[in-house]
């Protein structure tokens, strides 16, 4: 009897080991429920705070319990799931497909619902001339559909970003599983080896190009909820609220503003990296494409504690390429320069004209861009490792920055043609990019 006692006790013991995520995300649901019932049902009878509390409370049990709960879920549902064939990214993709289609028509239904819940709470306020009307439960559930939904996509894209690379990891081992039958026969047919050794480098560099699109399809599937997102908070920011309720919309703009930028960014470099870039190529100066960007940062550069000191050659500074690329590229650079530099330090914005000759003789103009600034960090990467995406000289991540601004100024750049260095003089930091005249 007490044997079997014993392994009873066990058995129970490694169930709750085995599924203590998923027993956790349960009970922060269930906990979750209180708060946003009385938020509902009691609706005329909190204060805008309490209801705000009860919508941050409610909002982060609900949102644990999503992680807990979908991550289990979804690890229960493709355990064994590991294709064979060299067909994985369709299959992949297709699941990856399906998975938004569901969380986006659900997050449709549920924003509809939160929409005429706020209409059905204006409305019976207006039927019933209610002395006392309080709309923050409508404002929270509305939010609460945003930032739910941000979090299932945040977890649905997290595992099936991890599930991919497992399968390119595979796939990377079948390579080299091929590679190794290559080398045994060689002594057979050397032509034949060095055919299976091309393959299956094409392969590896297959692999390559799906991470890029994954990055691509990924940016482009956020980026259409965030913009729904940035709507309907401009919208709430015309209502009438308290100050307290506007502080919470105004951090809540500033952010989604943010992360639609980074989000932008991350898709402009992936396709700039995937040899994608369109290049429009007309004639301009660049000295005057520098004044106007320095024009249409005034603000900006005038709220900083820099000093701009602009020494721009008098030369002629024409060339033939793509202003919209080079704008950025340019943009980029002073941008980290107010970024990243030491307050009260002054930063120096150089052009000028280089000669070299060519092997055949011939005279070659290259149009030079420089710009120094003083770091207020300590200086301690190369270049290969700052122009990485993600990258950040700031090991500190103090400043504002999402380590994308260098990876996409070296990836336009030689989109372009041109050539992009960086050196480092203790605590100087010199950005130079240099260009042809005219660009084939």
Known sequence: MATKWKNMVNKIKNFFKRNRRLLLGLVSLIVCF????SLIAYRWYHPTEEAWFFGIVGNVLLGIGIILVLGKMMQNKYRYWLPEDENYYSEWRMKFRKQQQVMGATGIVLGLLACWYMSYLTYSAQQWAYSYSNYASGYVLIITVIIQYGICQFVVVSFMGKKLNLLMERMAEINRQ???????IEHQSIAKAMEIEKKSLEKVSRSDQLKVDLITNVSHDLKTPLTSMVGY???????ELNDTVRDYVEVISAKAVKLKEMIESLFSLAKASSGNVELHKESLELNRLIEQIFADMD???KGSSLAYVMQLTEENTSMVTDNMHLYRICQNLIENTLKYSAKGTRVFIRTYVKTRETASGETEEKLCLEIVNTA???MDFQKEDIVERFARADKARTSEGNGLGLAIVSTYTSALGGEFDIRIDCDQFKATLVFSRQIE
């Open 34 to 37: 209180p708060f946003f019932y």
């Open 299 to 301: 603000d900006r550069i």
């Open 233 to 239: 908070i401009e919208l709430m920011k015309k209502e």
């Open 376 to 378: 207020s960090y300590f």
């Open 178 to 184: 091929r590679l190794d039958e290559a080398l045994e």
